[in-house]
């Protein structure tokens, strides 16, 4: 079993960047992205329950799941390492975050994308089981998926089980209260996203003193997946490298 890939492995890059997919997504989501960003080493975290782990179990606690990804991210950071984390991935990376902030390690950045903060997620779940029209539905208005997949009877008896264990798991989550981040957080939203609204993304400036910044761009809840933001991450990891030299 393993936590994370990485498709193009770097070992003299000066820099990691671990990303998290959203609810329903898989580490493929990011296989591409090492070619938008080859000054970095990427690792995508794979969550249980689909892709090559699809014989294991979905994921049912999402604090427990963080912890067990933070033992597995620990070892990568022998060099500067940002975790970028989308929609439930963002709320995922930042747990982690907290979880190796509270250990010996210490993300270099969070990137928090298409997510309200973590004291304001929406419970996708509000039942303990979700009806298929329901995810469907929340599928459809969210984007990123092909609609012809999801017409497709094969497809949706493959993927439901996953996406609606992540629903679950994402609804029976509850922030708690402890110390604020001490890493740089910067968020990324859509501005057509109908999820989140900039002010609502603000608020992820309440959960760390390492300084905060929002970014919005063209597009829709899946914004990264026409245009991934490589310049902004390229440009927030190389002005905290800029400042860590200054000191």
């Known amino acids: 079993m393993s936590w994370t890939e990485c498709s193009k492995p770097r070992p003299f890059a000066a820099q990691r960047l671990v ?5 329903g997504g898989s580490s493929y989501f990011f296989r591409e992205w090492h070619k938008g960003l080859p000054e970095f080493e990427v690792h995508a975290v794979c ?6 782990r699809f014989g294991e179990p979905s994921g ?13 991210v620990r070892p990568l950071m022998d060099r500067p390492t940002a975790l970028f984390g989308h929609s439930m991935g963002a709320v995922i990376a930042y747990e982690t975050a907290r979880i190796l902030e509270a250990g010996d390690g210490r993300p270099s950045h969070l990137f928090v994308s298409g997510t309200r903060p973590a004291h304001m997620v929406r419970r996708e779940a509000r039942a303990a089981a979700l009806s298929d029209e329901s995810v469907l539905g929340t599928l459809m208005e969210l984007g990123g998926t092909d609609t012809e997949l999801l017409d497709n009877p094969m497809f949706r008896e493959l993927i439901l089980p996953y996406i609606k264990g992540d629903f679950r798991m994402l609804g029976s989550y509850a922030h708690r209260e402890g110390p604020l981040l001490r890493c740089p957080v910067t968020a990324v939203l859509g501005d057509s996203d109908t999820r989140v609204t900039p002010h609502q993304a603000a608020g992820w400036a309440e959960h760390t003193t390492g300084g905060f910044r929002q970014q919005v761009v063209p597009g829709d809840h899946f914004y990264l997946a026409a245009a991934p933001p490589y310049e902004l991450v390229r440009e927030m990891l190389g002005a905290e ?6 000191r």
Do not use: V
């Open 241 to 246: 490298r800029d400042e860590t030299r200054r």
């Open 19 to 23: 990303c998290f997919p959203h609810a």
């Open 60 to 72: 049912t606690d999402l604090l427990a799941m963080a912890g067990e990804i933070a033992e597995a």
């Open 47 to 52: 969550y249980p329950g689909r892709a090559d």
